[in-house]
């Protein structure tokens, strides 16, 4: 609808207030039926008014766009009820075809809601011309009623949409900052290697988020993209099992990045770092705990005690599993490290 009545909806109103007015003036009956049939075939809802504001012609569109048949001889308009955008009562004695035929002057520029009968609203924009004998004078009005519900629909979806990109941007960058202070190095260059592999695996993450509009991400997946580069090529090397579970956007990313932090350790210190060492991961999603995830390694060097230097890859993780109530244990095992994260809920 509003692809065929554009930019140009007021030289097309003016077109037909022209011819309307023409056919009215003149005497020729077959002139008048042929421009109403036009006005059938349209399919805009359009009405005419006369001077004093009483229905005298209504399309097939109209009875579609207000969910009633109007009555030829009602007052200023073909819909049940009205209202302003704000949700505020329009009388029908105010609406813009009121207004334009109480002042002499087109309408434009302006929103209105239409309630039908059954109860369902359209938004919609009037665009109501005064029509005008040869000699000047006021002998009624043309109206079209353009359905804009899908746009204002849209809108809508989008002022949400960049409201919550809004939110998430935020707590990405804060998640960002606090990856920036607590990671540490002894070099310039561990500390770019460091700093950079976790702001991938956010962004991996945040990849996930995009696909599913902001909703979150599946924790199969997240724990697939972040053991890819470490599965071999036969893939047995890492064996993951459990149920995939949508997780909300700031528990997915807190995962991601102890995911990624944990497979770090793995790569430099632990059963990733050998060819003959391997991982296992699984997660469950009942008792006590509404998920739980269990890290195992095996066949790396063995490893007896915790490592004297607490780096990012221990106290951050903690410190961010901890703000969202959950626990993380660690067990340093001949046979490689055991690791359980646990989470009181996983509703956003």
């Given at each position: 609808?509003?692809?065929?009545?554009g930019q140009?909806d007021?030289a097309?109103?003016?077109?037909i207030?022209?011819?309307?007015?023409?056919?009215?003036?003149g005497a020729?009956?077959?002139?008048?039926?042929?421009f109403?049939?036009?006005?059938?075939?349209?399919?805009?809802a359009?009405?005419?008014t006369?001077?004093?504001?009483?229905?005298?012609?209504f399309?097939?569109?109209?009875?579609?766009?207000?969910?009633?048949?109007?009555?030829i001889?009602e007052?200023?308009?073909?819909t049940?009820k009205l209202y302003l955008p704000?949700?505020?009562p329009l009388?029908?004695?105010?609406c813009?075809?009121?207004?334009?035929?109480?002042?002499?002057?087109p309408v434009?520029?302006?929103?209105?809601v239409a309630?039908?009968?059954d109860?369902?609203r359209?938004?919609?924009?009037?665009?109501?011309?005064?029509?005008?004998?040869?000699?000047?004078?006021?002998?009624?009005?043309?109206?079209?009623?353009?359905?804009?519900?899908?746009r204002?629909?849209?809108e809508?979806?989008m002022?949400l949409?960049?409201?919550?990109?809004?939110?998430?941007?935020?707590n990405?960058?804060?998640?960002?900052?606090a990856?920036l202070?607590?990671?540490?190095?002894?070099?310039?260059?561990?500390?770019?290697?460091?700093?950079?592999?976790?702001?991938?695996?956010?962004?991996?993450?945040?990849?996930?988020?995009?696909?599913?509009?902001?909703t979150?991400?599946n924790?199969?997946?997240i724990?697939e993209?972040?053991?890819?580069?470490?599965?071999?090529r036969d893939?047995?090397?890492?064996?993951i099992?459990?149920?995939?579970?949508?997780?909300?956007?700031?528990?997915?990313?807190?995962?991601a990045?102890?995911?990624?932090?944990?497979?770090?350790?793995?790569?430099?210190?632990?059963a990733?770092?050998?060819?003959?060492?391997?991982?296992?991961?699984?997660?469950?999603?009942?008792?006590?705990?509404?998920?739980?995830?269990?890290?195992?390694?095996?066949g790396g060097?063995?490893?007896?005690?915790?490592?004297?230097?607490?780096?990012?890859g221990?106290?951050?993780?903690?410190?961010?599993?901890q703000?969202?109530?959950?626990?993380?244990?660690r067990?340093?095992?001949?046979e490689?490290l055991k690791c359980e994260?646990s989470?009181?809920?996983?509703?956003?």
């Amino acid at each position: 609808m509003l692809d065929l009545f554009g930019q140009s909806d007021e030289a097309r109103i003016g077109e037909i207030a022209t011819r309307y007015a023409a056919s009215r003036s003149g005497a020729d009956g077959d002139s008048e039926r042929r421009f109403r049939d036009l006005l059938q075939a349209l399919p805009a809802a359009i009405y005419t008014t006369d001077a004093e504001g009483r229905i005298t012609f209504f399309n097939r569109a109209c009875i579609d766009f207000a969910g009633r048949t109007p009555k030829i001889g009602e007052m200023w308009c073909v819909t049940w009820k009205l209202y302003l955008p704000d949700g505020t009562p329009l009388p029908h004695d105010e609406c813009p075809m009121a207004i334009a035929l109480k002042q002499n002057r087109p309408v434009r520029d302006v929103e209105a809601v239409a309630e039908r009968p059954d109860g369902s609203r359209i938004c919609f924009m009037p665009y109501p011309t005064p029509l005008r004998d040869e000699r000047g004078r006021l002998v009624g009005a043309v109206n079209m009623l353009v359905d804009i519900t899908a746009r204002k629909q849209a809108e809508q979806r989008m002022m949400l949409l960049t409201s919550e990109v809004d939110h998430r941007a935020n707590n990405l960058l804060a998640v960002a900052q606090a990856m920036l202070r607590l990671t540490k190095a002894d070099t310039a260059e561990e500390f770019q290697a460091a700093f950079a592999g976790r702001l991938s695996a956010l962004a991996n993450v945040q990849r996930l988020f995009s696909a599913s509009r902001w909703t979150g991400a599946n924790l199969k997946t997240i724990v697939e993209e972040e053991l890819r580069p470490y599965a071999g090529r036969d893939g047995e090397r890492i064996r993951i099992a459990g149920d995939d579970v949508h997780l909300p956007p700031t528990l997915a990313q807190s995962i991601a990045v102890a995911l990624h932090e944990l497979a770090t350790n793995a790569a430099k210190y632990g059963a990733l770092s050998t060819p003959s060492g391997g991982l296992d991961i699984r997660w469950e999603t009942n008792g006590a705990e509404p998920l739980v995830l269990h890290w195992s390694e095996s066949g790396g060097p063995g490893v007896n005690e915790p490592p004297t230097r607490k780096g990012f890859g221990i106290g951050a993780v903690d410190g961010i599993i901890q703000t969202l109530r959950g626990r993380v244990t660690r067990q340093w095992r001949p046979e490689g490290l055991k690791c359980e994260l646990s989470f009181p809920e996983i509703a956003a």
